[in-house]
């Protein structure tokens, strides 16, 4: 009886991790390829990150912008005016703000992310 | 001080104090950097065994960049890379902008030229090396050909004046025009010396009293969200022997269409150059009383980058290099001489900012070469990272 229920608690408790780990994954965006899997973006920021996408990935990889660490929007307003411009860059002045959009939104995930990391440590 | 000399200080005192007199501004930093390595594999040797490097096996390419923001209007950008040469100074540069429309670049850099050099680190374009025209040591029969049309980077001291300007939101137009030292060559040079140009080891300095110049003008349209194409024309010319005598003159056209991620890219690039046939005697040919003082290098590539699939790219490119003109006696070359290279190649994204390349590349000679042969093949197997 007591195999029974300490086999019952084990499953239960590897069901709710994984589950746990599902519902975690899918409020995270994932990476695909050089970018990001956009059917994980939320949809309000879809159209920005597709715009960022194509814009961005014209003269450079897109892990400069996505793994860069900064997530101080004055800092990216700055980045993105510099691309913006860059010869040929293709980047219209009225897509800043759409472009600037996406990089608040993955900012703002990347600090979850880490700080979601440092948790545990800071626990200790 | 001299009224000339004051000419000169005048400006950089006003710069200065226009930089360091702007309204509080934190000073923002960004580093980038990119790394390949790339394993050149070909049977075919343009030289004897034992005679110097062969460019074929393992070559690395990295580069570290940091730009600081000084204010609003000016940043500093550094740049440092590693290749087959060593520590090389990519660039080291400060921008001034006044508008969109005027940025005052001062310092070493690459001026303005054609559609690829945009894109010349490694870890921005998908194949492990560059179209013919631009190469810089990767390509077969490299002492023979001494390099491309205009290897690239091709950083250089000087002062550029660009900007760009929006008509509406669907044309972009670009201009640059730039003043700098200059390639350099020895007097009795039958070519651009490349390694004296840009070498520090041999002074970042210029071999003589003459400027080069040329600039860049650009058009690009878009024609959907997510398709545009490019027309751009670039020049450069300058005096490279130090009596400044010898003159270069580079032009060249380019085309980019993008649609989506897929990209077409063509560009043709023409060196036109003096020879110095003070001594004939040194030249293959018999050297006319009228012209044969002077050669051409032209070529072109054709390119399609092709996504597959988010992780895996195939690229196809067509590369076309052609020298006519008097030969040095000892040159492998005729006086017509030309290359063409086919590429067939695929890159593969291991993970966001690091991708495998490979490429095979199947060449074609006019020239038989060292090795008895017209044609070759070789092969690329790379890995390529950014961060």
Redesign the interface.
């Known amino acids: 009886m007591k195999r029974t229920w300490a086999l019952a608690l084990v499953t239960v408790v590897v069901f709710a991790s994984v589950l746990s780990a599902c519902v975690k994954s899918s409020q995270r965006v994932r ?5 990001l ?1 956009a059917r994980t973006i939320p949809l309000e920021y879809r159209a920005d990150y597709e715009l960022f996408a ?1 814009r961005c ?8 912008p ?3 660490g ?1 997530i101080e929007d ?2 990216w307003a ?2 993105v005016e ?1 691309m913006r ?6 980047i ?4 800043v703000p759409s472009i600037l959009r996406f990089l608040h939104f993955y900012s703002t995930e990347v600090a979850a992310d880490v700080e979601a990391k440092s948790e545990p440590k800071e626990a200790k | 001080m001299t009224t000339s000399r004051w000419l000169v200080v005048a400006p950089l005192v006003a710069l200065v104090m226009a930089l360091f007199t702007a309204p509080a501004w934190a000073v ?1 930093r ?1 580093v ?1 950097g990119s790394l390949q390595l790339d394993y050149h594999l070909s049977p075919e040797r343009s030289t004897p065994v034992g005679s110097g490097p062969t460019f074929r096996g393992f070559t690395t390419e990295a580069a570290l960049k940091l ?1 600081a ?1 000084i204010s609003e209007q000016a ?1 500093v950008n550094f740049k440092v890379c590693v290749g087959c040469h060593g520590f090389e100074t990519d660039m080291v540069h400060l921008d001034y ?1 006044f508008a ?1 429309e005027l ?1 005052v670049r001062v310092g070493r850099f690459s001026p ?1 030229f054609g ?1 690829f050099n ?2 010349h ?1 490694p ?2 374009h998908r194949l492990s090396d560059k179209p013919l025209v631009y190469d810089m040591g990767r390509m077969l029969r490299v002492r023979d050909w001494n390099l491309g049309v205009l290897p690239s980077p091709f950083p250089d001291n000087g002062v550029e004046a ?1 900007g ?1 300007h ?1 008509f509406g ?2 044309t ?1 137009l ?1 201009y ?1 025009a730039h003043l700098v030292s200059g390639f350099k060559g020895s007097t009795a040079g039958a070519d651009l010396d490349f390694v004296q140009s840009r070498s520090g080891s041999l002074y970042y300095v210029d071999n003589n009293d003459q400027p080069a110049y040329g600039g ?1 003008l ?1 058009l ?1 349209e ?1 024609f959907s ?2 398709g ?1 194409v ?1 027309l ?1 024309a670039s020049l450069m010319r300058g005096a490279f022997d130090p009596g400044a005598k010898l003159t270069y003159t580079i032009t060249g056209a380019d085309l ?1 269409l ?1 649609i ?2 897929t990209n077409l890219r063509i560009e043709y690039l023409m060196r036109r150059q003096d020879l110095d046939v003070s001594d004939p005697t040194r030249y293959r040919y018999e050297v006319p009383a009228k012209g044969g003082d002077s050669f051409v290098k032209h070529g072109g590539y054709a390119e399609l980058e092709l996504p597959v ?4 790219d195939l690229v196809g490119r067509f590369d076309a290099l052609y020298r006519s003109g008097n030969v040095l006696v000892d040159s492998p070359l005729q006086a017509r001489s030309g290359i063409f290279r086919y590429t067939l190649g695929t890159a593969y ?1 291991l ?3 690091l ?1 495998l390349k490979y490429s095979t590349e199947l060449w074609s000679f006019s020239d038989t070469g060292y090795a008895g042969r017209n044609e070759a093949v070789s092969m690329h197997f790379g890995v390529a990272t ?2």
């Open positions: 990476a695909l390829g050089d970018g899997d194509q990935s014209k003269c450079h990889s897109l892990s400069r996505l793994d860069n900064r004055r800092f700055g980045y510099r411009r860059q010869p040929g860059s293709g219209a002045p009225e897509e | 923002d960004n980038a730009t923001e940043s902008r969109d940025n303005s559609a945009l894109r680190d870890a921005n660009s760009t929006w939101s669907k972009q670009d640059a860049r650009a690009t878009r969200q997510n545009d490019t751009g980019t993008r989506d991620r699939t988010a992780s895996l994204s993970r966001r900012g991708r950014a961060f």
